[in-house]
DNA sequence: ATCGTTGGATAGCGATAATATCCAGCCCGA
DNA sequence: TCGGGCTGGATATTATCGCTATCCAACGAT
């Protein structure tokens, strides 16, 4: 298969695909002679999975490279993989120690993932974005309340469980890989589009004009 | 109160204000000479508004910037407002109508909504957004079932019916308008962070290695 | 009077993600 | 076999975003 033949199948340009092959997201195809190269479904399929993760999840370059590397990683395992792509999913906020404000956030944070009783790293960058949202949402004049936060926890408990579920029905190692990269990266998008509906509905249904 | 006293109290640097200023983020102060204005509480809490937005929500200025004109409308009910907050938080695909599997999957969307009975905009984002992420699945070879979507669904009803409660409970119509924002934008955060937390101790007990 | 601060304007920067251009080398059809 | 168009590879350029930096004249507190 030659570049155009890949750059027709996967809906970007050539230049975008040598691009990627440049940051060593795409890997090179066989070269057959100097100024020819050979690439295969392996490379189209790549491209594909690099398009989701940058069209849907609007990730940047850096964080697909990671994934894709862990990917490519034939040591690692579904659970290894899963913290992979969640870093990379970010934030990128370095937690500001001297920030009282934002130490006690993620004291509360600590403890409410200890009294779940949840197997969560200690450095899992989920605490510090929750941390981070905690303390944006009391400056703001809206403290949380642990039983606020009640639905939310049930509802990510309950997905969460569902998507582990599908997970380990899936069999071949390569595509159980492709899968955890899948239900993280994709079926978070799809909670978010949800979420959104279901509030506008019913938003419509308490607040908005008779229609 | 002076820019820099501005500065201290929200943490932002005075070059940041005044270019929040120029952009029409922050309403100027009340001038008192040529080289003198003053600011006041309300600017102070714009501010915090708007870092919330930038840093928790990493929404880009322009997208911040119809937030606050929508706060500031007196003439905007609070459907409406929550309608203007979901366009800012995007996405802003162009909907590929020449894509067949775009449009395939934008009428699986659409039926959907009409199946659930939801009350939703036909120019709801979160419309694309949904169309876009199936077909990103569907392209990955992980197509979407309407069974594997019930959790999703489930999850994203129940906690939108009670932050819809949550809102109705408030009365004065500014912290009313606030808090639709804060609802829609920084407690879609919180439903992430708690579905990545979730995701990695369902994980943790299924695939970890014990520790 | 002086020295730091202010508002206001303009210019510059660093990161990100592409695009564009150029250049030989090669393949394929006429 | 020859020539136009594609190729890989390298280098340069662009566009957008969100700030930063610099300058300046006008203040105002000491």
Known sequence: ????????????????????????????????????????????????????????????????????????????????LLGTAQYALGPHVEPRADDADWRAAR??????????????????????????????????????VLTGLRPYIEAAGAISAHETDQLTADAPRERALQGMIVTTVLYEQVLIALHRLAQEDASARRFGDES
């Open 107 to 144: 004291q509360d944070v600590d403890a409410l993932i200890a009294e779940l009783g949840w197997r969560v790293t200690p450095l899992a960058p989920a605490r510090d974005l929750l941390a981070q949202t905690f303390v944006a949402l009391r400056q703001l004049g809206f403290p949380i």
């Open 1 to 80: 298969m030659k570049i155009s033949e890949l750059s027709d199948r996967s809906g970007l340009t050539v230049q975008t695909i040598k691009f990627y092959l440049r940051e060593g997201l795409l890997p090179k195809g066989t070269s057959t002679a100097a100024t020819r190269a050979e690439y295969d479904e392996r490379h189209l399929k790549r491209l594909r999975l690099i398009r989701a993760l940058r069209e849907v999840a609007d990730l940047p370059i850096a964080a697909i490279t990671g994934i894709v590397t862990a990917l490519d990683d034939d040591k690692i395992g579904l659970h290894d």
